[in-house]
C-alpha cells in the first residue's frame, strides 16, 4: 500500500512536472502571416474557380438551349399549316376529281417544301 | 490554463464565426489554437517544422471548407484529429519518425521568472521526444490538454483501456527519465 502511495505521488510530481512544460515550445513567429496568406490565397482561388465554373455552366446552358431551338425552329408545326393544305385542297379540287384527290396532292406538295427546306438548311 | 469544457467552447465560437465570416475570421482561431495544435503535432512529427507544416495544411483547409469543423460535435477534438493526421502523412512522406535526442529544431520560450525551470522543462521535452509516438500522443492529450481518456480514445480511434495503457506506460518511463536527469542535475 505504501508503495502504491509512493507510486501516485512520483506520478502526480511528474505529471506537474509535464503540465509546467506545456508553454515552453511555440510556434514560430512567422507561423501567423504564413497560415492567412495561404488561406486568402487558397479562397481567392477557390472563389475564382467557382465563378469559372459557374460562367461555363451558364455558357453551356445558353449553348445548348440555342442549340434546341435552331434544330428545332423549321421543323414547328405552323398554326396555319392545316388551313392553308385544306384551303389548296379546295382550290385544287375543282380539276383534280374531287376534294381527297386534291387533298392527297396538297399533302404531297407540302412534304415537297418541308423536304426541300430540311435540305437547304 | 482554462479548463477544457470552456476552451472548446471558445473554439466552437471561433469556428462559427469562421463559417459566418468566412477566412476573414481565420486570426481568432489561430491565435486560439496554434501553441497547442503545434505542441501536440511537434511530439508526433519530432520537428518544429514539420508540425507547423502540418498546423498550416489543417488551417488552411478549415478556412477553405468551414462547414466541416463547424458541423462536428467537438471542433476542438475534431481538429486535433485533422492534425494527428496531417502529422502521420508528414511523417510517411519524410519516413522522419525515428527518436530525436535534442531540441535544436525547437522554437522555445525563455521567460525570465522561468530560467530556472528551463532545465526541467528541456528534460520533459526530451523525456516525452524519447517516448513512441502513440505513449507521446496519449501523454499531450491528456495532460496538456485535460482530456479524459474516453476522448483521447476518440480522437486516437482506439479503445479507452489502450489509451489508459498507453498512459501508464508512458508516466512509467516519463517518472524514471525525469528522476535520472533530476539527480545527475542534482549531483552536476
Known amino acids: 500500500m505504501h508503495s502504491l502511495v509512493d507510486w501516485q505521488e512520483r506520478y502526480d510530481e511528474v505529471e506537474a512536472m509535464v503540465q509546467a512544460a506545456g508553454g515552453y515550445v511555440q510556434a514560430s513567429d ?39 431551338r435552331t434544330s428545332t425552329g423549321g421543323n414547328e408545326p405552323k398554326i396555319g399549316d392545316a388551313d392553308a393544305v385544306y384551303e ?17 396532292q396538297a399533302f404531297c ?7 426541300e427546306k430540311l435540305q437547304s438548311d | ?14 469556428t462559427d464565426r469562421l463559417a459566418a465570416a468566412g477566412v476573414a475570421a481565420l486570426g481568432a482561431l489561430f491565435d486560439l489554437t496554434s501553441h497547442r495544435l503545434v505542441r501536440f503535432s511537434v511530439t508526433l512529427t519530432r520537428n518544429q517544422h514539420d508540425a507547423e507544416d502540418a498546423v498550416q495544411a489543417c488551417l488552411v483547409k478549415v478556412a477553405s471548407r468551414p462547414l466541416l469543423l463547424a458541423a462536428a460535435d467537438s471542433p476542438w477534438a475534431y ?7 496531417e502529422s502521420l502523412a508528414i511523417i510517411r512522406r519524410k519516413r522522419r519518425a525515428g527518436v530525436v535526442t535534442s531540441l535544436t529544431d525547437l522554437v522555445t520560450r525563455r521567460r525570465i521568472d522561468e530560467l530556472e525551470q528551463e532545465e526541467t522543462h528541456r528534460a520533459v521535452w526530451l523525456a516525452i521526444r524519447s517516448l513512441p509516438q502513440e505513449q507521446a500522443e496519449v ?17 486516437l480511434e482506439a479503445s479507452p483501456n489502450t489509451v489508459a495503457s498507453r498512459y501508464q506506460y508512458a ?11 533530476r539527480q545527475e542535475a542534482r549531483h552536476a
Open chain 1, 30 to 68: 512567422d507561423l501567423r502571416p504564413r497560415v492567412l496568406e495561404t488561406a486568402r490565397t487558397e479562397a481567392g482561388e477557390l472563389r475564382g474557380r467557382r465563378w469559372v465554373r459557374q460562367a461555363t455552366l451558364a455558357a453551356a446552358i445558353v449553348g445548348i438551349a440555342v442549340t434546341i
Open chain 1, 88 to 104: 389548296q385542297a379546295s382550290q385544287k379540287s375543282v380539276g383534280a376529281g374531287g376534294f381527297g384527290w386534291a387533298l392527297v
Open chain 1, 109 to 115: 406538295e407540302l412534304r415537297e417544301r418541308q423536304s
Open chain 2, 1 to 14: 490554463m482554462a479548463p477544457p469544457d470552456d476552451f472548446s467552447q471558445r473554439v466552437r465560437d471561433c
Open chain 2, 79 to 85: 481538429l486535433l484529429q485533422m492534425v494527428r493526421n
Open chain 2, 139 to 155: 501523454v499531450v492529450l491528456k495532460i496538456w490538454e485535460a482530456m479524459t481518456f474516453a476522448e483521447i480514445a476518440q480522437i
Open chain 2, 171 to 181: 508516466m512509467s518511463k516519463l517518472a524514471a527519465k525525469l528522476t535520472k536527469a
